[in-house]
């Protein structure tokens, strides 16, 4: 699930292979949100980046597709960070910055 919706949503910037476009768009490979912090991670896929090309997802896809493409994410292109975000910590997460 979680590659199906980097490829339909993620892909067009970020890039099938997750390496971005330089000085455009950021590479998702070994660097950055996703091999860092998890909730860092969390947040700008939920809420987006103001000033950046980077949109909210929060209201385009549901607890369950935000925490499959995270993990996909964290664990894709050789990242292996192991995590597997849960929809519960998507919810966690939103609630706890209302």
Do not use: K
């Amino acid at each position: 699930l979680g590659q199906n919706i980097y490829l339909s949503q993620c892909a067009a910037c970020h890039q099938p292979n997750g390496r971005g476009i330089p000085g455009v768009f950021p590479s998702l490979v070994g660097e950055g949100v996703s091999v860092g912090d998890r909730n860092a991670h969390i947040d700008i896929v939920v809420n987006g980046s103001a000033g950046t090309a980077m949109q909210s997802f929060r209201d385009s896809l549901s607890m369950s597709e935000l925490a499959a493409v995270i993990t996909y994410e964290r664990n894709a292109w050789g990242n292996n960070t192991g995590d597997r975000v849960q929809p519960a910590d998507i919810h966690n997460f939103i609630q706890g910055n209302q």
